[in-house]
Structure formats: structure tokens, C-alpha cells
């Protein structure tokens, strides 16, 4: 006997390392030991391994089994080791032939049956880009393990037939096992609900423009208005007008959704931008990532390349806002935990929607309200000021007047703004494709201030705003990526001072104290 050799994949994030796995059968008393640091979940696949083996028809060897993880320094966890672990021991054994640097990566369960497990797409693409596209997945996977272009993937239901295909004895093995398809749950897989569609919304016609401009630069948002105001409703409507993803953008938000295991594998890449809409009693590890062991994602990253909404904004904790404040940037969280590092893609749009203050009576007039002057400040303070400086779109809702409440259902649909809106994508994508950037939110200040430098007359209102100390720096840069938003929605080369107006207004503050 030799040393039995196989592949895995061990995710860090979204990122995969290839792990090779060494068992060894030696000459003293039964035992079962794993090394390389494993987490509980793999320490137990010892016990797995061995029922498996056993109702499978190739029982392990009752000496002492060792099996090696490398590179021993990363961690390992989750149960998804289990099978390239049974297939280098069977291998040491020689119950089966050569595995030939297949990547195996599958549960078990008692009866011998392969059970899926999350994160297989992300860890499908990291075996092919090491250089491994021989990958062999529970049956379940297949769907989307197949995404992953390059993949040469098998799936299988059972050890024992895995086990014959790879040379075991067919005598011993227990073939005529048949377990039920599927996993519990995948019964309900990926229901698609209907679209909400912006026709629902009546009146609002400034809030609907300041949506469909939005939509067409990806721009982020606040919005503040009274209860029943339809702050929800427009927040809601967003990723119906936003274009579908692209092959990399939809890979890129498949992967996040695979390791977050929120939908069942339907072998289709997600095409529609993602809406996460997390309640303000989340902590800062459901909205940034984290959980213990490796972090995990959060909503910040599984609303990315979509819409993350933030419904009462200023109840949410502050330092779990604040700590938006960097993705919405870099378009990246890296969340350092004691077991770890973890990056997640999160380039996301914020929409935050908020009552003016605690009674929510304080718009308009304000007669009906009974908030004091710093209650209103306050809690609109709850909102931090840097924060607000990265929010382009920053817009008061007011209520629903009765003649438009009569028009329900009458105004432009959702099929209509999307058509624009996808039309000043296509121009965004022509003038900025050079710069290797996707919308004008994206673009960089010194590309805004170089190669795409406004003449001084057409910013003379921004240099003032600038020079009085109502804009930041990064304020009179945002101002500017809307004004060029609004000049693709209008099919102009370049925008003009009338859309340099048009963007200031558009991020005006709305407190009301």
C-alpha cells in the first residue's frame, strides 16, 4: 500500500485554493485522524467516511488511516472534504485505480449517498483557473457546477457507483442502491415572482425621474417623505428598470448566492440585478458579513451588482452605516475575522428611505407634528454626514395629492423607463468602455477633471457651491457623474450648465430641521 492522493477545493471568501488531500494507511491500531486544520464539521467527516464506506460495500481499513490536508496553514471547514478525503484513502488502499488529479467535491451522508453543498460554482471556477477541470460533484450540483465554462464535470448519486466507475470491485459494491432524487427543499426551487411595476406608483413625478436617473447611473439614494409617502414603493421598482447582468456580472453574483446557499441550483446564472432589503434590527454582521470561523457574506454583498434598500434608515444601528461607507466606495468588503480573511465583491446601489422625523409628521407644514426641533435633528443625525456625501440622489417625497391618487395605474410603466435607461447604459458604455468603467457613478475624479473636464462656464454654479463650502470635493465630483447621467438620458454629447442644475438639485439635503 501507498499514499492515496485526491483534490479539493477550500474557499476563502470567494476565492478558492486547490487542496491536496494524502492518505496514508498505517500498520498500528484502528484510528482516524485529519489533519491540516479542519473545523468541527470536517473533524467529524471521520465518522461520515466510515458508514458511508461500509453501506457503500468497500469498508475502510480497520488500521490506522491518515489523512493530510496541504497546504497544512489554510484553514479548512465544512463538509465538503468528505469525498476526496474517502476516494485518496480508497485509493491508499487500492480499492480504485488512479484518481488523475480529479477534484472531488461532495457530502456524505450514512447510506452512502453524495449530498450537495454550497459554494460549489465558486470552488468549480477556482479548480479550472488552478488548472483541474476534472471535477466530480454530488448529482444534485451538476446544474451548477456546469456554469463554470472549461469544467469537465460528473455528477453522481451514490459512493458505490462513483467507486465502480473509478475500478473498484464490482462484486462487493452496493450498486443496486437507488436513493430518493433530490434534497429536501429543492421542491420549491427559485419561484420568480412578478416584477413590481412603476405604473403602481401614482403621482411622484420628481421621485420618479430622480429614480429612472438613478437606475441609469447607478447612482445611490435617499429618500425622505412621510409615511405612506410610496418611499418603498419607488425603493422596490429599482431593479426592474436596472439591464440585465452581463456574463461576468452574472457570474460574479451566482457565485456570491452559491456560497450564501439563498437559492436552490436551477443551472442558470442569475441574470436579474439581486434586491436585499434587510430589516434595521440587523446586525452588523448580517448587513457587512462575518458569523464565526471564516466570515461569511452579508446583504451588502449579496446585493451586488443589484440594490441594497435600507427601509427606516435611521433606525439601523450607526457604526453598522457607517460601515457601508467603504464598499460604497472601493466596491469590496474585506472583513477580518481571528480565523481569517475574507474579500466579497459589493458593488451594490444604497437606496435609504427615512421619515423626516420620529412622528414622521414633520413634511410640509408640519402642523401635526409633535417632534421638537432637536428630535428632528437628532434623528436625521442618526445618519452620518460622510455617509450622506457619498448618496448622490438625495430627495424629498411628499405626499400623494388626491388627483393623483385618481391616476393609479395610469402612469408610465416600468417597460418604458427601462428601455431609456438601458439606452444610457449603451452610451456610458461607449464613452467610458476605454477607462474600463461600466457607468458614470463609477468614473474617477481625475477623469472627470481630465478627460472629460466640463468647460468653466458650463461648472461655474459647482465652483461656487465648492468655493462657499456647500459642496465637498467628493460632493462636486458626485455632482458631476449625475450631470453626465442626466446627459445620456437626453442624448447629449455633454452636459450642459442646465444639467449641472438639474444634478444639484437632485442631491440637495433634506433635512427638515
Not at 485529519?34 to 468541527?40: C, F, S, V
Not at 467529524?44 to 493530510?68: D, F, M, V, W, Y
Not at 488512479?98 to 468549480?124: C, H
Not at 407644514?365 to 440622489?393: E, H, N, Q, W
Request: charged share 20%; proline share 6%; with cysteine.
Amino acid at each position: 500500500m501507498g499514499v492515496g492522493r485526491s483534490y479539493c477545493i477550500a474557499l476563502v471568501g470567494l476565492n478558492g485554493y486547490v487542496v491536496e488531500v494524502e492518505a496514508d494507511i498505517g500498520q498500528t491500531l484502528p484510528a482516524f485522524v485529519i489533519l491540516g486544520l479542519p473545523d468541527a464539521a470536517l473533524n467529524e467527516a471521520k465518522e461520515r467516511i466510515r458508514s458511508a464506506a461500509q453501506n457503500s460495500g468497500i469498508p475502510l481499513s480497520r488500521r490506522k488511516i491518515t489523512a493530510n490536508l496541504i497546504p497544512a496553514s489554510l484553514p479548512k471547514r465544512g463538509s465538503g472534504f468528505d469525498l476526496a478525503i474517502t476516494m485518496a484513502v480508497l485509493r491508499a488502499a487500492e480499492d480504485i485505480r488512479s484518481i488523475d488529479g480529479t477534484v472531488f467535491i461532495a457530502e456524505l451522508g450514512l447510506d452512502g449517498r453524495l449530498r450537495p453543498v454550497r459554494g460549489i460554482l465558486p470552488a468549480v471556477m477556482a479548480a479550472v483557473q488552478a488548472g483541474y477541470p476534472e471535477i466530480v460533484v454530488a448529482e444534485a450540483n451538476v446544474a451548477e457546477a456546469t456554469l463554470v465554462p472549461g469544467a469537465h464535470v460528473r455528477g453522481y448519486r451514490t459512493l458505490a457507483r462513483l467507486a465502480y466507475d473509478f475500478g473498484a470491485d464490482p462484486k462487493e459494491l452496493a450498486l443496486d442502491y437507488d436513493p430518493p432524487g433530490g434534497e429536501p427543499g429543492d421542491e420549491n426551487e427559485d419561484e420568480v415572482g412578478l416584477v413590481p411595476d412603476l405604473s403602481d406608483v401614482s403621482g411622484q413625478s420628481e421621485a420618479r425621474r430622480a429614480l429612472e436617473v438613478a437606475a441609469a447611473g447607478s447612482h445611490h439614494m435617499l429618500l425622505t417623505g412621510p409615511p405612506g409617502a410610496g418611499k418603498t414603493m419607488l425603493a422596490e421598482r429599482l431593479p426592474g428598470l436596472l439591464p440585465d447582468l452581463a456574463d461576468k456580472a452574472a457570474m460574479e453574483v451566482t457565485a456570491i448566492h452559491s456560497l450564501a446557499a439563498v437559492r436552490s441550483s436551477t443551472g442558470t446564472l442569475l441574470r436579474r440585478p439581486p434586491f436585499e432589503n434587510p430589516h434595521h434590527s440587523a446586525t452588523a454582521a448580517a448587513i457587512i458579513g462575518g458569523g464565526s470561523g471564516l466570515p461569511r457574506p452579508g446583504a451588502a454583498s449579496r446585493a451586488h451588482r443589484g440594490v441594497l434598500f435600507l427601509d427606516e434608515a435611521p433606525e439601523f444601528e450607526r457604526r453598522v452605516l457607517d460601515a457601508l461607507r467603504q464598499p460604497l466606495e472601493s466596491g469590496e468588503l474585506v472583513i477580518h475575522r481571528s480565523a481569517g480573511t475574507a474579500a466579497y465583491p459589493a458593488r451594490f446601489q444604497l437606496v435609504l428611505a427615512s421619515n423626516p422625523c420620529p412622528c414622521g409628521k414633520a413634511s410640509g407644514k408640519g402642523m401635526d407634528c409633535t417632534c421638537t426641533a432637536i428630535m428632528r435633528r437628532r434623528y436625521f443625525g442618526r445618519i452620518s454626514g460622510p455617509l450622506l456625501d457619498r448618496v448622490d440622489i438625495q430627495l424629498q417625497v411628499e405626499r400623494v395629492s388626491l388627483a393623483d391618487f385618481g391616476q393609479a395605474g395610469m402612469e408610465e410603466g416600468t417597460d418604458a423607463v427601462a428601455g431609456r435607461v438601458l439606452a444610457a447604459r449603451q452610451r456610458q458604455a461607449e464613452r467610458l468602455g476605454a477607462f474600463g468603467i461600466e457607468t458614470n457613478s463609477q468614473v474617477p475624479g481625475r477623469t472627470l477633471r481630465g478627460e472629460l473636464r466640463l468647460a468653466p462656464g458650463t461648472t461655474r454654479i459647482l465652483d461656487t457651491a465648492l468655493e462657499r463650502g456647500i459642496l465637498t470635493a467628493r460632493g462636486y465630483d458626485r455632482v458631476l457623474r449625475l450631470a453626465w447621467t442626466l446627459a445620456d438620458l437626453d442624448h447629449s454629447n455633454i452636459p450642459t450648465a442646465d444639467h449641472i442644475g438639474q444634478a444639484l438639485g437632485l442631491r440637495q439635503a433634506t433635512t427638515t430641521a
